[in-house]
Nanobody, 119 residues
């Protein structure tokens, strides 16, 4: 089993910044892509940003130029630096990791961390 523990959420004013962290632990063989998703009240969960083990990144259009995803493979940790936050970024943010073992890939999720941006 792999556990993902997120940290760094909170309340911030519009225009402010937050940095989310997500550390994977447990019986880890290989983690491929890691990512951040978010879910606002009444909306579906959506991809915010993702990063492969090689460092290739992908962002939702709504966060391009404001958010930066990075990872430390040695620590099995992924980060999300969020700048120029606006109230539309308010959501629960979830960490995701694709774990590969013996040719099988399993998606693991963190418990979520609340990000609230006040206007």
């Amino acid at each position: 089993q792999v556990q993902l523990v997120e940290s760094g959420g909170g309340l911030v004013q519009a225009g402010g910044s937050l940095r989310l962290s997500c550390a994977a632990s447990g019986r880890i063989f290989r983690i491929n892509a890691m990512g951040w998703y978010r879910q606002a009240p009444g909306k579906q969960r959506e991809l915010v940003a993702a990063i492969t083990s090689g460092g290739s990144t992908n962002y939702a259009d709504s966060v391009k130029g404001r958010f930066t995803i990075s990872r430390d493979n040695a620590k099995n940790t992924v980060y999300l630096q969020m700048n120029s936050l606006n109230p539309e970024d308010t959501a629960v943010y979830y960490c995701n990791a694709d774990h590969q073992k013996w040719g099988y890939t399993t998606a693991y999720w963190g418990q979520g961390t609340q990000v609230t941006v006040s206007s």
